[in-house]
């Protein structure tokens, strides 16, 4: 079969390759998207306080987090074919358990599972693109990888690891088991710490402290013993390319804001202004059309125009239209929700094509699979800080602002005192307080809401000065085709 491969013309057999790579990102960008709709669903099946039922989108970020790191060793030591392969069975089968899941402990524990499973297919699938296409035609590829998120037959990942040649082997390379374990124990200590943090008052808990002191340890002992040890799975020379710690540090943004908003928007939808799973699931698609109709002229546009003025066009419309959202109500029309969508998808797109081009523009070859796993970490880890940022908001300021609402609803208020309102709002009566205390409930969550699209902006805005730090690049017209996508 792998000779069969090999032999076939350059163009079908890249072809090919691009369809299964594509393929095998859609099924770890769909599985979060889903996750993301089916949350206030999931939450009311297995009885789970908002909080809790967050652990299904960040336990699956963290498992993936903690399992991209290694990807470039585990690629080098066994080969892309062999790891692909195995990491396809097990996504699959961590799905399967968790349509099985009957409680929250085992949906989280089967995310969890989900994650490690899922972590190596982007990394993997983005580095057999950049090696199967030109230095030129990396910016079209880059956009095809994208448009895959939302694109693809489910079975395409399988068939991939028919299409794919076994790299080669390095049997001597031994795993870095300590630097492995270091930086697992930073990660998961610091994302306990942001998800327990507005359960437990933050730093006025002795465990926010424990977790604290733990992450630090955890980093700290991860780059002491990399930066000095031989063989680290993690390496760092490639730190030193300009355009690759740039990209870097915009895959964390796109990772707060895609995933921040999508972790806001969606119990906004269904939770105040009462649409249907569907209804909800169709509004969230539509950035995705945005973020589509960007990806299939990104390439032609980056051929026009420098990468990083870009990058500021994506950040400017991503910032806008989150401004636009802090003037959300309880009334916003779903024509509104499309209309924000789409724009924001445009930006973001904007964002990801010119930013995946540029990271590797100027990397050398034998550090590009390590490179995409460090890509795919960064954006992991923004991910996670995200979600747990402005849902930790959101139950905050929903408190406070219920609190500070609360204050003015008094029987000495006069718009209480006014005929048609008394009639409906009779402080005297259960029922009456009963459909106030909804009333000034959902307006507090509606501010909340509000304060959590402000938070996005600002953060979003605050990293414009950073595109000044990367550097020109030009697409070499020369630049050969590399035949062996996996070599």
Same mark, same amino acid.
């Given at each position: 079969?792998?000779?069969?491969?090999?032999?076939?013309?350059?163009?079908?057999?890249? /072809?090919?390759?691009?369809?299964?790579?594509?393929?095998?990102?859609? =099924?770890?960008?769909?599985?979060?998207?889903?996750?993301?709709?089916a949350l206030p669903y999931m939450q009311g099946s297995l009885s789970a306080s908002l909080d809790q039922i967050n652990w299904v989108?960040?336990?699956? /970020?963290?498992?993936?987090?903690?399992?991209?790191?290694?990807?470039?060793?585990?690629?080098?030591?066994?080969? !892309?074919?062999?790891?692909? *392969?195995?990491? @396809?069975?097990?996504?699959?089968?961590?799905?399967?358990?968790?349509?099985?899941?009957?409680?929250?402990?085992?949906?989280?524990?089967?995310?969890?599972?989900?994650?490690?499973?899922?972590?190596?297919?982007?990394?993997?699938?983005?580095?057999?693109?950049?090696?199967?296409?030109?230095?030129e035609e990396r910016g079209q590829a880059m956009a095809i990888w994208g448009v895959g998120v939302m694109l693809g037959p489910i079975?395409?990942?399988?068939?991939?690891?028919?299409?794919?040649?076994?790299?080669?082997?390095?049997?001597?390379?031994?795993?870095?088991? #300590?630097? #492995?374990? *270091?930086?697992? @124990?930073? /990660?998961?200590?610091?994302?306990?710490?942001?998800?327990?943090?507005?359960?437990?008052?933050?730093?006025?808990?002795?465990?926010?402290?424990?977790?604290?002191?733990?992450?630090?340890?955890?980093?700290?002992?991860?780059?002491?013993?990399?930066?000095?040890?031989?063989?680290?799975? @993690?390496? #760092?020379?490639?730190?030193?390319?300009?355009?690759?710690?740039?990209?870097?540090?915009?895959? %964390?943004?796109?990772?707060?804001?895609?995933?921040?908003? =999508?972790?806001?928007?969606?119990?906004?939808?269904?939770?105040?202004?009462?649409?249907?799973?569907?209804?909800?699931?169709?509004?969230?698609?539509?950035?995705?059309?945005?973020?589509?109709?960007?990806?299939?002229?990104?390439? &032609?546009?980056?051929?026009?125009?420098?990468? !990083?003025?870009?990058?500021?066009?994506?950040?400017?419309?991503?910032?806008?239209?989150?401004?636009?959202?802090?003037?959300?109500?309880?009334?916003?029309?779903? !024509?509104? /929700? @499309?209309?924000?969508?789409?724009?924001?998808?445009?930006?973001?797109?904007?964002?990801?094509?010119?930013?995946?081009?540029?990271?590797?523009?100027?990397?050398?070859?034998?550090?590009? +699979?390590?490179?995409?796993?460090?890509?795919?970490? +960064?954006?992991?880890?923004?991910?996670?800080?995200?979600?747990?940022?402005?849902?930790?908001?959101?139950?905050?300021?929903?408190?406070?602002?219920?609190? &500070?609402?609360?204050e003015q609803v008094t029987p000495f208020n006069d718009a209480l005192q006014m005929p048609d309102v008394a009639q409906n709002l009779? %402080?005297?009566?259960?029922?009456?307080?009963?459909?106030?205390?909804?009333?000034? +409930?959902?307006?507090?969550?509606?501010?909340?809401?509000?304060?959590?699209?402000?938070?996005?902006?600002?953060?979003?805005?605050?990293?414009?000065?950073?595109?000044?730090?990367?550097? !020109?690049?030009?697409?070499?017209?020369?630049?050969?085709?590399?035949?062996?996508?996996?070599?």
């Open positions: 079969m792998t000779a069969r491969f090999a032999s076939m013309d350059p163009k079908l057999r890249r /072809i090919l390759i691009t369809v299964c790579t594509m393929t095998a990102t859609v =099924m770890q960008a769909l599985d979060t998207t889903i996750a993301n709709v989108l960040t336990s699956y /970020i963290v498992a993936a987090a903690i399992m991209t790191a290694p990807i470039g060793w585990l690629s080098d030591r066994f080969g !892309r074919k062999k790891l692909f *392969a195995i990491c @396809v069975a097990g996504f699959t089968v961590a799905s399967f358990l968790c349509a099985l899941a009957q409680n929250i402990e085992q949906i989280v524990l089967f995310r969890l599972m989900q994650g490690m499973a899922g972590a190596a297919l982007v990394p993997l699938s983005q580095s057999v693109l950049l090696d199967a296409y030109s230095a079975m395409g990942p399988t068939l991939g690891a028919w299409f794919m040649e076994e790299t080669q082997k390095q049997e001597h390379l031994r795993f870095d088991w #300590f630097g #492995f374990i *270091a930086l697992a @124990v930073g /990660i998961g200590a610091l994302q306990l710490l942001l998800d327990r943090g507005e359960q437990v008052g933050w730093f006025d808990s002795n465990e926010i402290w424990t977790e604290a002191i733990v992450s630090i340890a955890g980093f700290y002992y991860f780059f002491a013993h990399s930066l000095t040890t031989p063989e680290p799975f @993690v390496r #760092f020379e490639m730190f030193k390319d300009r355009n690759f710690v740039s990209g870097c540090i915009f895959m %964390v943004v796109i990772g707060v804001v895609l995933f921040g908003t =999508m972790a806001l928007v969606t119990p906004f939808m269904q939770n105040l202004l009462g649409y249907p799973i569907q209804t909800a699931g169709l509004l969230l698609g539509s950035r995705g059309v945005g973020t589509l109709l960007t990806m299939m002229a990104a390439p &032609r546009l980056m051929r026009m125009v420098q990468p !990083r003025y870009l990058i500021l066009c994506g950040l400017l419309l991503a910032g806008g239209t989150l401004y636009y959202m802090t003037g959300f109500s309880l009334d916003v029309t779903q !024509r509104m /929700i @499309v209309i924000t969508s789409v724009v924001q998808g445009i930006g973001l797109g904007l964002l990801f094509v010119p930013i995946s081009t540029v990271a590797f523009a100027t990397l050398p070859n034998d550090l590009r +699979t390590g490179a995409t796993a460090i890509t795919t970490l +960064t954006r992991n880890i923004g991910s996670s800080i995200g979600i747990s940022m402005v849902i930790a908001n959101l139950t905050s300021k929903s408190t406070e602002m219920h609190a &500070r609402l609360t009779n %402080v005297h009566t259960d029922a009456g307080r009963a459909l106030l205390d909804l009333i000034v +409930t959902r307006q507090a969550e509606m501010l909340a809401y509000i304060n959590d699209f402000k938070l996005l902006m600002i953060l979003t805005l605050a990293v414009i000065p950073l595109v000044l730090i990367i550097g !020109r690049t030009r697409q070499g017209r020369s630049a050969k085709v590399e035949t062996a996508a996996i070599d």
